[in-house]
């Protein structure tokens, strides 16, 4: 059997209006167009519908015994195909799922969860930790929201560029480098490091940009967050490379150094991405605003 939605529309306002010249009008279409969907109706159900009492129609049994599913399952399907746009914060119940790199979570976690609360007290955030392999979770649906330095390659992921900042030095204070003049990309390379790396990386972009300069570095120890690679370096005369932005709050904190790079390095930026299934979905694009103004506004430190 192939069903005509177009049929539970015609039904609906048959029953509603209880003639075919009101239903017709009702659904914008000419009388004997509603009358040919009446016709069909009556052989499909093998029922009248509605049935002529003088100068009027009156609906069957048949008929005043659907027409409250009727009119559910009208909307039901209009919900379906022509959902709604408009977003009520005040009554939005749910839980989205962010993956972001530990730093952002930091620095603009807050700021994220503020503003939901503020607009939207029935939404909850689930932070969860990056993976250190490549995950399909943001594909399969199960993270809504991912925000880190890598910009992703699969055609069904979108991703927005929504920050950048610069990199710089990070050091105990009375470090060797905090006592010399100028740091240079020769002195800097000839320290020892300590990468930030979820998979144990010990090379990077950095080494490539000394290497343009003849000069290669020694990484005696990898970790895998910011976090973790302040404490060695509290601790040592290691220093590690990080991004401004992220770093200098923690690193202030903790009584850290913070020192120019040397020389040139492209800056590190934040992606924000999500899964196409989500690109015109009303709560989703609400998140991803807020989420693109957290980000954003702690771009700059001394701001």
Aim: aromatic residues 4%; hydrophobic residues 45%; charged residues 25%.
């Amino acid at each position: 059997m192939q069903l005509d939605l177009n049929l539970l529309a015609a039904l609906d306002a048959l029953l509603e209006e209880g003639s075919v010249a009101g239903a017709a009008e009702r659904l914008h279409v000419t009388a004997p167009a509603m009358s040919r969907s009446l016709g069909r109706l009556r052989r499909t159900t093998g029922d009248q519908i509605l049935v002529r009492t003088g100068r009027t129609m009156t609906p069957t049994p048949y008929a005043i015994a659907v027409r409250e599913q009727v009119h559910e399952l009208l909307q039901q399907v209009q919900g379906v195909l022509a959902p709604s746009r408009e977003l009520d914060l005040a009554t939005l119940e749910r839980t989205f799922t962010l993956r972001w790199h530990d730093a952002l979570v930091a620095l603009s976690g807050t700021a994220l969860l503020t503003a939901v609360r503020k607009q939207a007290p029935g939404v909850r955030l689930r932070f969860i930790a990056e993976s250190s392999t490549d995950t399909p979770e943001l594909r399969r649906g199960e993270i809504d929201l991912e925000a880190n330095a890598n910009r992703p390659t699969a055609p069904d992921i979108r991703a927005e560029r929504v920050a950048e900042t610069q990199h710089v030095i990070v050091v105990r204070r009375g470090h060797p480098l905090t006592r010399v003049k100028a740091v240079t990309a020769a002195r800097y390379a000839a320290a020892e490091h300590i990468t930030v790396s979820r998979r144990g990386r010990l090379g990077n972009a950095l080494d490539d940009a000394l290497a343009r300069l003849g000069l290669t570095r020694r990484v005696v120890a990898t970790a895998p967050t910011e976090g973790a690679a302040f404490e060695f370096v509290r601790g040592s005369d290691l220093l590690v490379t990080a991004p401004e932005s992220t770093t200098r709050s923690a690193a202030t904190a903790l009584g850290l150094a913070l020192l120019p790079l040397p020389f040139e390095l492209p800056p590190a930026a934040v992606y924000l991405s999500w899964h196409q299934r989500y690109e015109h979905d009303p709560a989703h694009v609400w998140l991803r605003d807020l989420a693109r103004t957290a980000l954003a506004s702690r771009r700059n430190p001394d701001l």
